[in-house]
């Protein structure tokens, strides 16, 4: 089968190599509908994250079941499934609590960018649809499996609530689709920071309504100047570096909400500066799993279209160029057609 392997930074290939088997009984092997380039796939791509072996790349991913484990109850080969970018057995005191994505049994997928997956504890990961979706939903469908998921869980963290008035740090898939989840939650206000003019337009196709252009102490200093002086009731951190971070801190109002889903790269908070803030900080993995069933409804009925996100298609053999045009940011997002 075809698969993506990051040999080192900027050097990723689409290549021939053995198609995965079932490994263990809870397994599953889904045969990919589509997948995708993720931001945080920039960080190894960029050199940020050391590799010291080629890696396989990609954690969103939905498609058909072409084989399950011995032990394998609610998924059946047939079925269309989609799945979080963390597994989980769905079954744990973690996962009862709703943080699939800390389940004790969880193990981060990779090597999605392929034709074929393997997916460790299926019943618990994979989330089936009742029915066979149509083409034009399969875009909306893949993003469930990680950005919209997070961006959702991004808004859910943040305490969005109807009426609240929202900023968006990041303008990348996971910064639009909160977006999109904050006014699904009824947020009043959203204020996108976003420099880049076809972002800001699907922000505000999203639901956006305001936008800055400041980073940075300036971009505080807009949102203070936006909200009378307050400050935002929920802030969605989706970028991940320190810059991102402390704006986002300091955009919330005392006693508002952080939610921040950006994965950390160089973060370094100072506890006077969190002390004095009054700013509650939620973040980490998205529980995408928690949040699924009630994605697929919101995409099946038509509600939802985060599927807009994608602004190149390619056949999975083109990969490298997903990654040079989102590094380039001449793209949002990438999605693959195996
Ligand atoms: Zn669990």
Known sequence: MRATILYGPRDVRSEEVEDPRILKPTDA????????????????????????????????????????????????PGQFVIGS????????????????SSCVQREFMTGAQATLLRVPLADGTLVPSAEMPSAELIPSLLTLSDVMGTGWF????????????????GDGAVG????????????????????????QRLAREFGCTDIVVERGDAGVERIKELTKGIGADSVLECVGNQESMLQAIRSARPGGFVGFVGVPHGVKLGGAELFASHVHLHGGPAPVRRYLPELID??????????????????????AEGYRAMDERQAIKALLRP
């Not at 050391?50 to 084989?67: F, K, L, N, S, T």
């Not at 963290?157 to 968006?168: D, F, I, K, L």
């Not at 206000?189 to 972002?199: F, G, N, V, Y």
């Open 29 to 76: 092997i889904i045969r990919l509908s589509a997948t995708c380039v993720c931001g945080s796939d920039l960080w190894p791509y960029r050199g940020a994250d050391a590799i010291d072996q080629p890696r396989p790349m990609g954690h969103e991913y939905c498609g058909i079941v072409e084989e399950v484990g011995r032990e394998v109850k609610t998924v059946k």
């Open 85 to 100: 970018f963390a597994t989980s057995d769905n079954t744990c005191p973690h996962c009862e609590y709703g943080y699939q």
């Open 154 to 169: 991004a808004a859910d963290a943040a305490r969005v609530r109807p009426g609240s008035t929202v900023a968006v740090v």
């Open 176 to 199: 639009l689709l909160g977006v999109l989840s904050a006014k699904l939650m009824g947020a009043e206000r959203i204020i996108a920071m976003s420099r880049h003019e076809t972002r």
């Open 298 to 319: 919101l995409v099946w009925s038509g509600k939802i279209h985060p599927g807009k996100v994608f602004d190149l298609t390619l056949p999975l053999d083109r990969v």
